[in-house]
């Protein structure tokens, strides 16, 4: 009892956060559609769920992320193979560059897709422009680096013993690969499909650019009840079934991961040199890599396109405001702003990651107190898995009055972001401290060592590096995050991603040039960062220098 | 029925495997003992056909296994800590070959209580690998490796996880199943008891390279240098006049280093070494001894049980000769 | 391997402080903050801040906002995010503790729902815009700044080039000469794209969906903003573009100005006029300061910048408007009109109904 009286009592503050910055927030919109006129009218909002609209929409979101999260995965799991566990030249810097994608503005995305599979590109003969499969691809796009690190992480330091002696024992390599790796990296191919259909399920733009408005999904639905059309009621029964949907799939993903977890003895398996057998998994990643690559040479090949000529004059403009003024600042201000709101959302993110983290990866001593960190666990993933729409208005009505003043405050869009960035530096982390052998702290607390110190000298050693390896993921999908930005961030210090959305939405051949040239600048840094971070993490998680 | 032949694996620079020539008859079970380090791994994986040879061969029943892939060897591989598939039950991970092999469900399930009924196991069919003991888990990758019958079984240090009485225990069944089945064994350990409790055949190995080969009492009682006599166990060896008395009492022909296990001297009447006790220690199946003894120093010996020695006292001590080993001269560097 | 994670180590602390003090925590936003300095009553009388409320497309170019504090003693800070559905939401859910003083962007689209939230007060601005851009209903709340009709574009060029004749009226889109040439933004994600599908209700009345049925038959691709429709897909926009004919701005053709003439036409009889509207909100902090705003956003600097910063038509008939503006982007005379009211009324109603008909 007095331990789960601990827990709870760690786990207050960030449940407090989370309960200000997304709870609060959540409830406050949703209840503007449950409450009509003052009194409780929860019949309006049960009647929307019957609408066949509704279903139609609600189905389509399951099927199309479904789709885009398997395909997500199969493309993945031989790229996180090839890129994690084979002396590849050149490793370090394809998988920083495979977070690109993640970080890309959909709006640029979306018109880059739009050039390769419109009407007259050079892909326009697949007919794909404005079909589902156009929807799927770009979300695969977005969300592949996802399934690759994730995985390819756990790849690295699973025990490669079971698999020879499975060989030996006669086992192809294909079967190998199905009875013995792929249930190895079960819990970690869960959680990357979990944060990918997440992804998917609340993808906002890219549906709308890709689907040509003929597809809705819930996201896009809620957007539009919200603030086109203005059905509160409507938009909070399509919020509260989202809410439902997502509990449910972190439910479940609970479950398949709650398996013995070999990657839980952290080895450091060495890369090996490619040999003939790897084939196949090195053609495919060669095939998704080109695939990726596609889109993003558009952009660049749209951003050194300066007339009928080729030149460098779009990014010589980055440093002014545009055609006509289109911007407030120019875009390298922009790119200043970004960088310094992804630091705070960066240590926001980790600061209450790493106690989550923490927290859920105790062991537990009693059924109630595994319950409770299971909750807990779940409990932090749902920023990933709720409308921003509903959250941005949440913030607009519910933290306007002292002491949640904070819908004028600087940090308000940092804040917004780590909430998106916590699903991931959660998931990057728990693996880690679940694999610490609960014996060193007790070894070190019957040293005579106080909880902070066993923290200090047995958790953080452990930690450091993939806690390293977290801040890139956050700090790239803050420099990416538009969805929430582009509704909190102020006019006089917009974040790149904003400006990027500006320059493409104002007229001129400049601002358009200027709009690519900027996406590419962004992918550049996002890149280098990744880069940095690359040359800091240790293969593997949990290995000492 | 297996050969090895000039076997040399290379990483980069180092060699971890230096000019192995090895032979396995059928039915034999072989040890490979050497420290930490010496490349033993590395031989085994090599049999196994997840090594790559920088040169050399190894055959099979007279065929090469030159780029024969490891499922296609026939062989069975045993590691230290069981490497059980973690997901699967018990029942399952001791029928994983024979399903590989598409054998009909019924054939599996009785294989699967014939092979759990031989490690000691029964009823365990549906636990899973996460609640059982660290010798249990030995015992199902035992049953695992034995399941399909392979020509060749690879052990790798299968007993040097366990404590001492399960080791114990679990050598002599491991001894006798695999006598039983028949089965040929390559076993490779660090730890001189794992050896003789299993094989019947040592080979040494050091820096890569194998120092001495041949039936373990051979090896055992003519370890070919010092160190080499260390490993298998012996307890020290002596030089210039402590060997030349210690042959002497034993009544050998004088030799310049002799290897001579703790109970190579023991108190008897008729002794020829005088020597006093320094300290006693009573084991269940003898005394220890720390003795002085004339012209040898400081040395452990040993008393039959009952013996009432204590320190300060006067004994005699005679020399067992099974108990030490004349080590050859070394040949000039 | 001891040396390189020590030195790993120092880099990566060098590196966080170095970044700690990029952070935004430190950068003294607090003097800004208006929702504590202006409370206490005597921002109102010394100047102090005017928060705008705006959507993201509102541009004022740094030399106004200079000029607007040096002769008003007010501190301007615009609060521009979303678009303007977004910003007509935010307006109306937070009408009882406002984000701002001022708000500008609502267009005769939006209005109404704000209006009837009670978001605005009422505002006489020095400066009388023309009565035809007034609201019937909230024209006492809600001060007209800029117009800016929503025309279905041309690519003349490319009709020239392949000798037809250009489309000039809503009825021709479904004449099978202009199959698969047209492209939209949907009503239902894009500004332009609900101002054009007004355009044919309007023309229409309740026969629309049979109009948007054979627009769809004819090809018409629907797609999700105007930037798609216009970089993506319209030929004198992209280079993969391959509809000559979109739904644009009437002022669009002064931007593909090349040797003195313009490539694209707008064609003026397929118009809607949307007009933006700027209002004091209630219980705004500086009221005063809100007011001095809106006569400043009517007056001739403003007015006069408009076209150039926001590609929009000044409201008052005397500021001046760029030559090219003038020579290339004349405006419609006669626009297609729907009430603010009606448009409230109707808008889930028809917005559903053409989700399914662009779905069939």
């Known amino acids: 009892m007095r331990r789960l009286l601990a827990l709870l009592a760690l786990a207050a503050g960030p449940v407090l956060v989370l309960g200000v910055l997304f709870v609060l927030p959540v409830t406050g919109m949703v209840s503007e559609g449950f409450f009509v006129d003052g009194s409780f009218a929860p019949g309006a909002v049960l009647e929307v769920l019957a609408r066949p609209r509704v279903h139609r929409v609600a189905w389509f979101t399951v099927w199309s992320s479904g789709a885009a999260t398997l395909l997500a995965v199969v493309l993945g799991l031989p790229a996180a193979y090839v890129l994690h566990r084979l002396a590849l030249p050149g490793r370090a810097a394809v ?24 009407e007259g590109g050079p892909l326009g003969f697949l007919d794909l422009d404005g079909t589902p499969v156009a929807i799927i691809c770009g979300l695969v796009f977005f969300n592949l680096a996802v399934v690759i690190r994730t995985v390819g992480v756990a790849w690295e330091s699973l025990d490669p013993r079971p698999g020879q002696a499975a060989a030996a024992l006669g086992a192809s390599p294909s079967q190998v690969l199905r009875t013995v790796t792929l249930p190895a990296l079960r819990p970690a191919i869960v959680g990357a499909a979990t944060i990918v259909f997440l992804f998917c399920a609340t993808a906002f733009g890219i549906v709308l650019t890709l689907g040509g408005v003929r597809y809705s999904t819930v996201e896009t639905e809620i957007y539009l009840l919200t603030t086109t059309v203005f059905d509160l009621q409507a938009a909070a029964a399509l919020s509260v079934l989202q809410i439902v949907v997502v509990v449910a799939l972190l439910a479940l993903a609970a479950r398949l991961r709650a398996t013995p977890d070999p990657t839980a003895h952290r080895t450091v398996t060495p890369v090996r040199a490619v040999r003939r057998g790897d084939a196949p998994a090195v053609v495919a990643t060669l095939v998704v890599l080109v695939a990726m690559l596609l889109p993003i040479l558009t952009l660049v090949l749209g951003s050194l396109t300066v007339g009928d000529g080729w030149g460098l004059a779009n990014y010589r403009a980055l440093t002014t405001t545009g055609d006509n003024q289109a911007l407030l600042v120019p875009v390298t201000a922009a790119l200043v702003t970004s960088l310094r709101t992804a630091v705070d959302a960066t240590w926001m993110a980790l600061l209450v990651g790493v106690s989550v983290a923490l927290i859920v990866t105790r062991r537990s001593h009693s059924v109630a107190e595994r319950r409770v960190r299971s909750t807990l666990d779940g409990f932090f993933m749902l920023p990933l898995g709720v409308s921003a729409v509903t959250l ?12 949640l003043d904070l819908r004028d405050s600087p940090l308000l869009v940092p804040m917004a972001q780590a909430l998106v960035a916590l699903p991931l530096v959660v998931r990057t982390l728990a693996p880690v401290l679940g694999g610490i052998d609960d014996r060193q702290r007790q070894a070190a607390a019957s040293l005579g060592a106080s909880p902070l110190r066993t923290l200090v000298t047995v958790d953080l050693p452990v930690v450091w590096k993939p806690m390293l390896a977290a801040s890139g993921f956050a700090f790239a999908a803050s420099l990416g995050e538009f ?7 102020r006019d006089d ?50 290995a000492l220098a | 029925m297996l050969q090895l032949t000039d076997v040399t694996v290379r990483y980069g620079d180092t060699v971890a495997v230096d000019d192995v020539t090895l032979d396995l008859a059928a039915g034999q079970v072989l040890a490979v003992l050497g420290p930490s380090g010496c490349g033993k791994s ?32 026939g062989f069975a591989l045993m590691f230290q800590d069981g490497q059980l598939f973690a997901h699967l039950t018990v029942a399952r991970n001791v029928a994983y070959a024979l399903k590989l092999r598409r054998t009909p469900s019924a054939r599996v399930a009785a294989r699967v209580r014939e092979l759990l009924e031989l490690v000691g196991l029964s009823g365990y069919d ?8 660290g010798g249990e888990r030995q015992r199902v990758a035992l049953a695992r490796a034995l399941a399909v019958e392979p020509r060749l079984i690879l052990l790798d240090e299968p007993l040097s996880a366990l404590d001492a009485t399960l080791r114990e225990r679990l050598a002599g069944d491991l001894r006798e199943i695999l006598h039983a089945a028949g089965t040929t064994a390559l076993l490779v350990t660090h730890d001189h008891e794992e050896a003789f409790a299993l094989a019947d055949r040592l080979a040494v190995m050091r820096d890569g390279r194998v120092v001495q080969s041949g039936a373990i009492d051979e090896v055992w009682r003519a370890p070919v240098d010092e160190e080499t006599a260390l490993f298998l166990g012996y307890a020290r060896v002596l030089r210039g006049t402590a060997a030349a008395s210690v042959l002497a009492a034993a009544g050998l022909p004088a030799a310049p280093a002799v290897a001579v296990r703790r109970s190579a001297l023991v108190v008897d009447e008729a002794g020829e070494v005088a020597a006093t006790v320094e ?30 020695v204590s320190p300060g006292d006067a004994v005699r001590l005679s020399v067992d000769v099974t108990r030490l080993a004349v080590l050859p001269i070394r040949p000039p560097a | 391997m001891h040396r390189p994670s020590v030195r790993a180590a120092l880099t990566t602390v060098l590196a966080t402080v170095a970044l700690a003090g990029c952070s935004l925590a430190g950068t003294g936003d607090e003097a800004q903050d208006p929702a504590t300095s202006s409370s206490d009553g005597a921002a109102a009388e010394a100047g102090g801040p005017v928060v705008l409320a705006t959507h993201e497309s509102f541009t004022l170019p740094k030399k106004l906002v200079r000029q607007f504090e040096a002769e008003t003693g007010y501190e301007l800070e615009v609060r521009a995010a979303g678009d303007a559905g977004t910003l007509a939401t935010k307006l109306s859910l937070t009408a009882d503790n406002p984000i701002a003083d001022a708000a500008f962007g609502i267009d005769n689209t939006f ?16 400066l009388t815009p023309p009565a035809e851009y007034a609201l019937a209903e909230g024209g006492d709340r809600l001060v007209p700044i800029d117009s800016a009709s929503v025309c279905v574009n041309v690519d003349t060029a490319w009709f020239d080039a392949e000798g037809i004749e250009a489309p000039r009226t809503l009825a021709d889109l479904t004449d099978p000469a202009y199959a698969d040439l047209l492209v939209t933004p949907g009503a239902s994600t894009s500004s332009p794209g609900m101002a054009f599908f007004l355009a044919t209700v309007a023309e229409y009345g309740d026969d629309w969906p049979a109009y948007w049925t054979d627009l769809l038959a004819n090809g018409a691709k629907v797609v999700d903003g105007w930037e798609d429709a216009y970089y993506g897909d319209f030929t004198a926009g992209s280079e993969t573009g391959t509809r000559p004919i979109v739904v644009s701005y009437d002022s669009s053709p002064a931007f593909t100005v090349t040797d003195g003439a313009t490539t694209t036409a707008a064609l003026l009889d397929t118009c809607f006029r949307q007009v933006e509207y700027a209002g004091v909100l209630a219980g705004a902090d500086n009221p005063d300061g809100a007011e001095a705003l809106i006569d400043f956003l009517l007056g001739d600097a403003v007015q006069s910048a408009l076209p150039e910063s926001m590609y929009v038509f000044p409201v008052m008939p005397d500021a001046t408007v760029p030559a090219d503006w003038a020579e290339f982007a004349p405006q419609p005379t006669d626009p297609y009109e729907v009430t603010p009211e009606e448009i409230s009324a109707n808008r889930e109603q028809w917005l559903t109904e053409w989700t399914d008909v662009i779905s069939r």
């Open chain 2, 126 to 133: 549906d636990r899973l690998p996460g609640t059982l003991s």
């Open chain 2, 42 to 73: 590395t031989l085994l994986r090599a049999v196994a056909g997840l090594e790559p040879l920088t040169s050399g061969s190894i055959g099979c029943d007279g065929a090469d296994l030159a780029g024969v892939p490891t499922h296609k060897r």
């Open chain 1, 493 to 542: 210090s917009p974040t790149l991603p904003v400006v990027i959305f500006r320059l493409i939405g104002h007229p001129g051949e400049m601002n358009y040039g200027m709009a690519l040239a900027a996406s590419v600048v962004l992918a550049a840094a996002t890149t280098l960062v990744m880069l940095a971070v690359e040359r800091l993490r240790v293969p593997g998680v949990g």
């Open chain 2, 279 to 308: 300290s006693a220690r009573v084991t269940p199946e003898q005394v220890r001894l720390k003795v002085v003894a004339d012209g040898l120093g400081a040395i452990d010996a040993v008393a039959p049980l009952g013996t009432r």
């Open chain 3, 111 to 126: 209005a109404s729902r704000p209006l009837d939230e009670g978001a605005f007060a009422e505002v006489t601005p020095t």
């Open chain 1, 483 to 489: 969805g929430a930005t582009s509704f909190l961030a």
């Open chain 1, 392 to 403: 941005g208005f949440g913030f607009l009505i519910t933290l306007d009055q002292p002491p």
């Open chain 1, 95 to 118: 998988r920083a560059a495979l977070l690109v994608p993640f970080v890309l503005p959909t709006v640029v995305v979306g018109v880059a897709f739009r050039q390769l599979l419109g």
